[in-house]
Every structure is written in structure tokens, then in C-alpha cells.
């Protein structure tokens, strides 16, 4: 195969990975892409945790028309026997020929599948659209380099970077195409998580809503010192459809009593640094945080921000207005960091554009 062969049944793959969106946490989404003779002969994708991993899919669709072909993974296959055996040594009982991975296993519990197919004599290619298959699982390959979770900060703006108007009047400044696509990316994170000041003035169910739900509803965090989340808000009324966190300073005692009573799962810590390494021992390794300027400027701030997406719409709100990064840390122009641009799309009017921090 050729090198621009390679990619293009490495995107076929990851295209694949994509479809076990909000469907396999913990585990990673992953695609597979047997070829033999410039022909696909099996193809599949990890669709749900506990299920079939894309390899064996993949070589199942393919049966006998694998031997002596060449497969193509985004992950590496896994060598240890979890909810499904592993992987590595079907690959090689299927006659395999060749395996093009895209990215090594950061789990040190599943990774040596690389060492199991080379010592069997198959021929490796390692690294083919590896930068693409570590950002569709970013949250992953950063649970085992970090103690706070993967980090998103997702703001609607208008032009002029405002997330509210002068009046602070309630409203979508984003369409509807856009609100979708916010509801399909709530659907791949563990916790979707506001301040205190955006219940107050929008009281969100932060709840994912859309034609195919998470396998697991995001748990609801909420950034609040002083434990003022009303009992009343749609939050803590739906407290047993999905998890509610609230994060204080340990000032209230009584009102986090309250809270704790009516089911909230209170989280004490001083900073945001020690709120997100206490919401990673509580299981929560990826955070969808959607403002508003508040949260943004702390988030910022602590240089925690992994990923930051921005949906600006069409419009100008001039004078008055609250902007986005009122609150964020201030720079010179001439250290001012460049963001790189992961990617950009346009939803109806908006634009979405996502940058990396890290």
C-alpha cells in the first residue's frame, strides 16, 4: 500500500470510530478497515462499552478474505482479555499481514498489542493519522497523563465576543443547527458542567437532548461557593434522572446539608484546580463547561482549558453588553498566546470554530 493509501483507509476508520459517539466511555471510540487487493473486505467500529471491539467486527465482516490482508485500527489492539477477549490474537489468527495503527494505547493495562503482532511476524506501520485519532479521543488519552479531567469550554458569542446583551434578557444567540451540535457534544463528555450565575439566570437542565442519548447522562456540575443552587431549579428536580455535583468553599455548611439532603452530591475544595482534581476521583474524566463569563475567566485563569469552542453568530450587541472574557486574564499583545485552530464549521448562520490550549 502507499503512503496516501494508508491515510485514506485510516480516515475510513476513524470516520467509522466516530459512530460509537457517547456510546463507549470508558472505553475509547475505535475503527477498523480490512483491505486486500485495494478492496475493503471487512469494516466495523466499537458500538457500545462491553461490546465487540472494532477489530473483531471488522475481521468477522471480512472471514476468510483476511488472510493476507491489511488491517487498519485507530487504536492499538488491546492484548488483555476485559468485558471481550483481546484482540491481538485474533488479528493474527485471521491471517492478518499487515496492521497500520494510528496511535499507541495509553492504558498500560490493554496496551502490547504492537509487541504481541510483531513478535507473530506481522508487519507493522505505526503513526498514520495519529494527531487525528488522539483529538477524537482526547479525554482519554488524557485520563492517563493528568489528575484533572479533559477540559471544554464551549461559548455562544455574537461578533463583538458578547455572551448576553445589556439588559441581560434570556435568549439564544445561536440557531438551532448550532444548539444541536452543542447537544452532540455534551453527549461525549462525563459531566457538563455551569456556574452558579447561569442557573440563576437560565435554570438549564443541562441534560443532552437529541435523536440518540448518551449510553450514560452526563452528570450536571455546578460551580457555587456558597451553595445558593435553588432547591426549586429544574437541576435539583431532576436530581435522580442524571447526577447533580455542586461544588462550594465549605462555608455553607447548612445549605450544602440542604442540598446533600435533597440529592446533590456536594464536592468542598478551595480553587479550581482542587475542584477538578476532586471531580477526577469521583470518575468524571471529561468536563463539557458552558459558561458564562464567570466560569470562563476561572477556568482560563487556571490554565485549564483544554479545548475552547466558540459559536459565534451574526449579530453585534455594541455598549453594554457582557463579553465572553470579561473575566479571563489579561495579556499584552505581544504575549498574547496563539491558539491553534483544531477546526472549523459553519451551522446554519454560525460559525463554530474550536481551538486548542494545549
Known sequence: MSEAEDVKYMRRALALARRGWGQTAPNPMVGAVAVRDGEIVGEGFHARYGGPHAERVALDAAAERARGATLYVTLEPCAHEGKQPPCSPRVIAAGIARVVIAARDPNPVAAGGVETLRAAGIDLTLGVEEDEARELNAPFFHRFTSERPWVTLKLATSIDGAISDASRSRGWLTGEESRREVHHQ???????????????????????????????????????????????????????????????????????????????????????????????????????????????????????????????????L?????????????????????????????????VMTIYALH
Not at 271 to 285: V, Y
Not at 327 to 332: G, I, L, M, V
Request: net charge positive; glycine share 12%.
Open 186 to 316: 455534551r453527549a461525549g463528555a462525563a459531566a457538563i458542567a455551569v456556574g452558579i450565575g447561569t442557573v440563576v439566570a437560565d435554570d438549564p437542565l443541562l441534560t443532552v437532548r437529541g435523536k440518540r442519548p448518551p449510553r450514560v447522562p452526563p452528570a450536571r456540575v455546578v460551580f457555587d461557593r456558597k451553595a445558593t443552587l435553588p432547591l426549586g431549579s429544574r437541576l435539583m428536580r431532576t436530581v435522580r434522572d442524571a447526577p447533580v455535583l455542586v461544588v462550594t468553599d465549605g462555608s455553607s455548611p447548612a445549605r450544602e446539608e440542604a442540598l446533600a439532603g435533597a440529592g446533590a452530591r456536594i464536592i468542598v475544595a478551595s480553587g479550581t484546580g482542587a475542584a477538578l482534581r476532586a471531580l477526577k476521583s469521583q470518575g468524571i474524566d471529561s468536563m463539557y463547561a458552558e459558561g458564562g463569563a464567570g466560569l470562563a475567566g476561572s477556568l482560563l485563569g487556571e490554565g485549564v482549558v483544554d479545548r475552547l469552542i466558540i459559536f459565534r453568530a451574526p449579530v453585534i
Open 318 to 350: 455594541g455598549a453594554g453588553s457582557l463579553g465572553a472574557f470579561d473575566r479571563a486574564p489579561s495579556f499584552s499583545l505581544d504575549a498574547a498566546p496563539r491558539l491553534r485552530v483544531v477546526r472549523e464549521r459553519r451551522f446554519g448562520e454560525d
